[in-house]
Every structure is written in structure tokens, then in C-alpha cells.
């Protein structure tokens, strides 16, 4: 406004007439009309608004008291405010208050007269202060506002909002900006699998993905592996059980079981259930049989129960467990204590608890060797059993995987040998059919799965290599091989090759489920020590998160 306002005054100025005379641009103000010499207009209210850094024309005289109305007041204080500035104590310190008459403009407003005295400060020193202060004299004075991109200094604003894991906010004089952080400063790129992320050029860039895959070296390998509901994830080998948790990391130390155990599965209403043989050693007629254990989440025995006790060649190799049923599959020895000695296969049907409702092992009466490797239930509370069977009818030799369905109360309602090799796993599909894994008697031999219909009528002996199984949430199954590459097959729910997956290598795998979180979790061991991996619904290995 100053500097508009001196150009006028240079204009008016150099609008000079021929007889010396002023001629005054009509958008000037009385004051500086003053200045350029104008003493008819210099009144006492006039020169009453002049401020420090400004010449008082000699019109004015060097000090005036000046009286004025409300509404002079106001004029003079609004001239006032515009003549301090930041540079206010650069001035010479004078007393520049004035009286006088409020004028009959002041009053054509109809405000009564007032007297009032108008004092402005010109200098921050004045008073004998001398610590930058400006005196308060009861007079208002506005300060010059700071506009939003005006550099104050590096305070001049709060540019935290910028700050994250790469990036700092600063204030570079004109506005908030994201000043990266050194290369190499570490970060979270928010993918809970990748590891070692850091920062480049202000931005997280990840780190390389981890594989969900572990060794386990408190057990040389992992016999079998189950998934609670919840996600617990347990796994047993030799006379051990291990708690591993969804991310594969394993909890506390391996726990110490009772019994040398073969398979494990969820429990109905929480925990897991483990099957094998109480067999000390030397064994006897009270420390030996196939035994059950009753674990909680983490793998701590919760109880236990024997069955055929004294005989150390009884062992359970396989369960299956329902809401009303328990169960358990596995052989039976004639000779006690031969440790182990599979004369007969065993099944027995148990409560929940573990109490027994019967057992039988002479299903197969002319056996000479006979065994259960895997059971599934159904829903008419029988049993589906799968393993091996080899002896002499009329005869005749047999020797084969052998396939049975026992009713809940203990009476076999079909069997057959299926194949020359032992069967040793069973899923069964969305649609009923039940997908079976083969034994192979040496590496090479291309015994393929075979594909059975609810009625045990073989649908396909001509699937895929697998001896482990497992049914997919939606339709289908999956399959994998301890030697045949590649390790995981992907069926349809005929049966029918639908993908393949190369797992990491382990030494050999000994099992595979379905994740509660969707994929596979395989089991199995890896240079001398017990092995868990997971893979995607497509067979690639997961990650870890970190």
C-alpha cells in the first residue's frame, strides 16, 4: 500500500501547472496532499496520523495536541497502524500525540464530541527499555501478517505429516516436502513374507520372500502331521509330538510321549489324538499294546489307554475320529512280545473318551500277515479300512492292498484285495469317491493310485503315482510321492491329472493334509531331521512371514 500510494504522490508531483501551482489527482488523501505542500489541507487530525520514518511537513509544527471525536480517533489510529512496522525501533523516539477540536465532519455523523489523546509508540528503546519490547500505551498496533509461504525460519511449519518410514517432512522456505531417507534404512513393505526390506530412493522396497519350509531336529523325520480347527499345527515322530504354529515356527521343546507313535488327527471338540504302540523295553505283559494318547493343543498328554495290553506286536497305525466314534486301526501278533509280528489286522471302535465298544482282528482268517494302514469314517457311522493282506486260500495265495467297509457294529460288509502293493492312504472327494495311495514296492515301480467308488467298485486303476493323499476343500484331491518328481499332484474329482508342483527337495515325505488356511502342508525329514513344508493352492511353496 506504502509503495502504491508513493507512486500517486511522485505522479502528483510532476503534475505541475504553468503558475506553480499543485494540480492534485483526485484519488490522493489528505495526508499526502500535506506532504506535497498543501497546507490548507494540513489540519491538526492530518497531521496527527503521521507515524515514525516520516517527515512531518513544516505545516504541522513539531508537536500538536490533537482533540478529536470517536470517529477522528479511529482515522488516526487506522494511519497509525499503517505507518509501524517491523522496523519500528529503527526510528528516532519522539512523542508524536496531538489535541485538537473535533471538526463538524467528525460530527456529521451525529457522534457526540469526546476527547481523546492518541499515543503511538515510534520506538522499542523508548522509556529506557532496551530489550526489543514494545511498550503497550493502551493503543492497539497491528502487526504484518505472514503469508502461508512466507519463510519464517525452520520452524516456519509442522510437516510431520510427512514423515514414514522412508521420509522425513521438512520445510524447504516455500512449502512441506518428503526428504528421502539414506539408502539401506530398514523398513516394512507390509508383506509379512518378505525379509531384510529397505529403503531406496523414498520408497520400501521388499526383501527376498521366505520359504514356509523347516527342519525339525529333535525327530529324524515326521511320521504324520494334523491341523486343528483353530490352526495348530501337530506333527509326530518316534516318541515325540511337536507344536508348530501356522507360520511353521515350532513351540517350546519337542514334548516326550509314552509311546512310539504312527498318526495323528484333529480331535472333535479340540486337540489331537495319537496312535501307536506302549512298548518298553524289554516289554511286558503290562507295559505293551497298542496304545491311544489324548493331546491338547500344544501337544501335552491330557490321558491315555491300551488296548490288547501284553501284546507287544499290537499296534495302531491308523484313526479316525467323529463326534460319536473313535477309531483305531492297526495289527495284532500271535507271538507276545515278537515286537513287531502282524498276524492280523485290528480295528477297534472306541468312544470318544477312549472307552472300547468292540475290537476284532480276524477279518482276514487265513491271513499269515495282515495290517491296517488307514481308516476314513462315514457318515452311516462305519469305517472305511485300507492296507495289506498276504496268505493262502484253498490253496490259492493272495498277497495285495486290501480294501473293507465295517458298520458301526463291527461286521465286515465287503472286502477285496485291490493291488499287488500295500495301500496306505485314503481321501475322500466332495462327490463321495474315494481316492486311494499305493505303496511301491522299490523306486521306479509305476504303481499308479487307484480311484473307488463309494460301494468299493474301482473306477480307475490307471491314475497318477502317489502314496499320500488328501481331498481339496472345493473338489478334487491332491497327492504326493517320497521319490517321484514332481512331488505334488493336483487331481480332479475323476481322478484325472489336472496340474503338477515341484515341493522342495526333502530326503522323502511321509505325508500331506489340506491346510485349514488353504494349501498343503507336506510332511516328511530332510538331511536327518523331521520335515514340514506348506504350498499354495497351486502346489508353489508358501512363505513365511516374518
Not at 512310539?260 to 506302549?278: D, Q
Request: glycine residues 12%; charged residues 15%.
Amino acid at each position: 500500500m506504502m509503495v502504491q500510494r508513493a507512486l500517486m504522490m511522485m505522479m502528483a508531483m510532476g503534475a505541475l501547472g504553468a503558475g506553480g501551482c499543485i494540480e492534485f489527482d483526485e484519488k490522493l488523501t489528505d495526508k499526502e496532499r500535506c506532504s506535497l505542500g498543501a497546507d490548507f489541507v494540513c489540519t491538526p487530525t492530518v497531521c496527527a496520523s503521521y507515524g515514525p520514518g516520516e517527515t512531518v511537513p513544516a505545516s504541522c509544527g513539531a508537536d500538536a495536541d490533537v482533540t478529536a471525536s470517536p470517529d477522528a480517533d479511529a482515522d488516526v489510529t487506522a494511519e497509525a497502524t499503517d505507518s509501524v512496522g517491523p522496523d519500528a525501533d529503527a526510528a528516532t523516539a519522539a512523542d508524536a500525540s496531538a489535541e485538537t477540536e473535533t471538526s463538524p465532519d467528525a460530527q456529521a455523523d451525529g457522534v457526540a464530541d469526546a476527547d481523546a489523546t492518541v499515543e503511538v509508540v515510534q520506538d522499542a528503546q523508548v522509556d529506557g527499555h532496551d530489550d526489543g519490547e514494545i511498550q503497550d500505551t493502551g493503543t492497539d498496533v497491528a502487526m504484518p501478517e505472514v503469508s502461508d509461504t512466507q519463510d519464517t525460519g525452520p520452524d516456519a511449519a509442522d510437516c510431520s505429516t510427512l514423515d514414514d518410514q522412508c521420509n522425513v517432512g521438512v520445510w524447504n522456505g516455500a512449502m512441506c516436502v518428503a526428504e528421502p531417507l539414506s539408502d539401506g534404512t530398514p523398513c516394512e513393505d507390509g508383506n509379512s513374507c518378505t525379509a531384510s526390506d529397505r529403503c531406496a530412493l523414498g520408497v520400501c522396497q521388499p526383501g527376498p520372500l521366505v520359504a514356509w519350509e523347516n527342519t525339525y531336529p529333535a525327530v529324524s523325520y515326521i511320521e504324520s502331521v494334523a491341523e486343528s480347527p483353530e490352526g495348530h499345527i501337530l506333527a509326530i515322530g518316534l516318541n515325540k509330538a511337536l507344536s508348530v504354529t501356522g507360520d511353521g515356527d515350532q513351540v517350546g521343546p519337542a514334548i516326550d510321549l509314552p509311546g512310539l507313535v504312527s498318526a495323528v488327527t484333529a480331535r472333535p471338540g479340540g486337540g489331537f489324538i495319537v496312535v501307536g504302540v506302549k512298548a518298553a523295553q524289554p516289554p511286558t505283559t503290562t507295559n505293551a499294546g497298542a496304545w491311544v494318547g489324548f493331546l491338547d493343543e500344544d501337544g501335552h498328554l491330557q490321558g491315555q489307554t491300551s488296548f490288547f495290553v501284553g501284546n507287544a506286536d499290537a499296534w495302531f497305525y491308523a484313526v479316525a475320529a467323529t463326534d460319536a466314534s473313535l477309531f483305531l486301526g492297526g495289527c495284532s501278533g500271535s507271538s507276545l512280545f515278537s515286537f513287531p509280528n502282524c498276524d492280523n489286522e485290528l480295528l477297534v471302535r472306541a468312544q470318544p473318551n477312549g472307552v472300547e465298544v468292540w475290537s476284532r482282528d480276524d477279518y482276514v482268517s487265513d491271513a499269515t500277515t495282515s495290517t491296517i494302514n488307514a481308516l476314513l469314517s462315514d457318515t452311516s457311522g462305519g469305517v472305511y479300512v485300507f492296507g495289506f493282506a498276504s496268505g493262502e486260500t484253498g490253496g490259492t495265495p493272495f498277497a495285495g492292498g486290501r480294501s473293507s467297509f465295517v458298520n458301526q457294529d463291527g461286521a465286515e460288509v465287503w472286502g477285496d484285495i485291490l493291488t499287488p502293493t500295500a495301500l496306505l492312504s485314503a481321501a475322500r472327494g466332495a462327490g463321495g469317491n474315494i481316492l486311494i495311495g499305493v505303496e511301491k514296492p522299490t523306486v521306479g515301480d509305476p504303481d499308479p493310485m487307484l480311484l473307488m467308488s463309494p460301494s468299493g467298485a474301482v473306477i480307475d486303476d490307471a491314475l497318477p503315482v502317489g502314496q499320500y493323499v488328501t481331498a481339496l476343500p472345493v473338489s478334487g484331491f491332491a497327492a504326493v510321492s517320497p521319490f517321484e518328481a514332481p512331488a505334488v499332484r493336483f487331481l480332479g474329482s475323476d481322478g484325472g491329472l489336472v496340474d503338477s508342483s515341484d515341493a522342495p527337495t526333502a530326503s522323502s515325505y511321509t505325508d500331506v493334509i489340506t491346510s485349514i488356511g488353504g494349501g498343503l502342508i507336506l510332511a516328511g525329514s530332510k538331511d536327518g531331521s523331521g520335515y514340514l513344508t506348506k504350498t499354495d493352492s497351486s502346489g508353489a511353496v508358501a512363505c513365511t512371514p516374518q
